[in-house]
């Protein structure tokens, strides 16, 4: 018989054994260790243990799901009216939809008895309070494609997707600056300035990033004065067990007077040449879809789309009007 219960402190190798026993598929770190998921997910300072819910058969764990909450708007502390189903995990030797059917009820209950009045399964920006470094990549993509699972759960249970991600990987070696008379324009008035590990800018980005090392990129114009666009890249490996084979861009901006002028294009490309000056091998990055400026740009210089995410979202049936999410 399947009941379900709350973590407790012995369950971590538990945990890592139902992780180890998940069929290889992009996106998902394999092996897990015991760890790593105390560094990346248990250690966090918002951590509640009721919102880890472990399914059980015969007193041995077979699958778990993780509910938790994003920021309020300032970022300063945790808010409630969003709630977010981070990851399910079954193991594939056990009537996997019954259990993950099971799960979902549990969390959903979880989330809805703290106030959430939409309820996201599958993290991304800024509902991804765990598993960064674990999951899906520069950043949390929603739920994968590949994670097979979650994305027939979702939709049976009134989920419905309302925004997809794009993961896209460039391979640094192979990368190719484009050359034109723009760029030379940009090259003689702008420069590149560089930020090891630059001060979080809230406290849930300290969270979400305290275990990754971390790079920033401003481009200004060698006249001084503000950055005219900037990006944020990360090590795709904890701290202690990299060897910056891999980062994420995980973000890119330009100020809007400057868009169009080819100052993205040289930002990257500069951040590119750095990169092969410290080995670097591979970047990835995710954009959102409907972020066709974004995605026309990855492409252009070469990056290839290797995954996709889908997020989905289901309302809470007692609440009438909700806002979107942020």
Known sequence: MIHFR????TDPPLLAAIWQSQSPQPGLRQPVSVDLLEQLVLAKPYFHYPGLILACEDRHPIGFIHA???????????????????LLMVRPDCPQAEVAEGLLRQAERYLTDRGAKVLYGGGVWPLCPFYLGLY???KLPGVLLSDSLAQQLYPTHGYREVDRT?????????FRPPVHRGMIQVRRSMRVKSFMDPRPRSWWEACLMANFSQMLFHLVPK???QPVAWAMLRDLEPEGTSTLRAVGLLELEVSPPYRGQGMATFLISEIFRYLQSLGV???????????????????KLGFVETNQG???RKD????????SAK
């Open 6 to 9: 709350s973590f407790r402190n």
């Open 68 to 86: 938790g909450f994003g920021p309020n708007d300032e970022e300063t502390a945790l808010q409630t009216d969003y709630g977010v189903i981070c």
């Open 136 to 138: 899906g990549g520069s």
């Open 166 to 174: 794009l993961v896209f990987q460039c391979t640094v070696d192979l």
């Open 223 to 225: 006249e001084g004065g």
């Open 281 to 299: 091998e591979m970047v990835e990055t995710q954009t959102m879809a409907r972020n066709h400026a974004a995605v026309n740009l990855y492409q």
């Open 310 to 312: 889908i997020v989905f």
């Open 316 to 323: 809470h049936p007692s609440v009438e009007c909700i806002h």
